[in-house]
């Protein structure tokens, strides 16, 4: 199996510009998630989706973020315009549920830098 | 409100002794709870998990201990190996939810 696979793996674009980042889930896996790794705030959920259905997104920053999950295999992070704030790595995971619990698959992420 | 909380940022340790990474969580809703792993440029691994009908799970040389009066889980690492420096994520979740919450994270580095 290849894993959650992202792209691209690093990002650097100028303020302004719309940024997409795009990810493939494990095949199988009912739920897609999307995290932002910043040094101030950790690891902390954006979205995620189950069966390509957006369920949870409190945790979109702002409405310049949005996502989309067109099918069972593909992901897209879009932000649009990015500012230098926007600076992180972002990840994305999926899962499958498993009995009551489940793992959440990490993909190697996409470093963003926005000058 | 940082829900689940790691306190030590970083923790050394010679090779072959005992490692111990601990957490602490707020929300007594949580009850699954896992560590993950993390290199540098890649993404978090899956290494562990527990839910709150246990106190212990095992798997190989990485055991949980989960205390839940205490709020309180740790990840003992014996014997600790050089390949085994990393960060440490600790994460939590309710059963019914899907979202994990994680701390921030401790650099384990093991000394040869």
Redesign the interface.
């Known amino acids: 199996d290849a894993g959650v696979i992202q792209s691209p793996r690093h990002e650097v674009t100028e303020m302004g510009q719309e940024v997409t980042l795009r990810c493939k889930p494990i095949s199988g896996h009912d739920y897609l998630f999307w995290y932002r790794q910043t040094m101030m705030r950790g690891l902390e959920l954006l979205i995620y989706f189950n069966n390509n259905v957006p369920i949870d997104d409190s945790g979109m920053p702002e409405d310049r973020f949005s996502a989309k999950m067109p099918n069972a295999s593909f992901s897209t992070l879009k932000i649009q315009p990015s500012e230098p704030r926007d600076s992180a790595v972002y990840f994305c995971a999926s899962s499958s549920m498993q009995g009551y619990t489940d793992t959440q698959y990490f993909g190697p992420g996409t470093r963003l830098t926005v000058l | 409100d940082q829900q689940v909380k790691q306190n030590s940022p970083s923790l050394s340790v010679q090779e072959g002794r005992i490692s111990i990474l601990n957490c602490d969580y707020t929300n007594s809703m949580f009850d699954?709870f896992?560590w993950?792993k993390k290199y540098p440029?890649?993404?978090?691994?899956?290494l562990i998990?527990i839910?709150s009908i246990k106190d212990k799970n095992e798997d190989g040389r990485f055991t949980v201990f989960l205390n839940k009066s205490a709020k309180h889980l740790s990840l003992h690492i014996v014997p600790s190996q050089p390949g085994d420096s990393a960060v440490y994520?600790c994460a939590a979740s309710p059963?019914t939810a899907?979202?994990?919450?994680?701390?921030?994270?401790t650099q384990l580095t093991v000394l040869p």
């Open positions: 699954y896992l993950y440029a890649e993404g978090p691994t899956f998990s839910s994520f059963l899907r979202q994990l919450t994680f701390g921030s994270g």
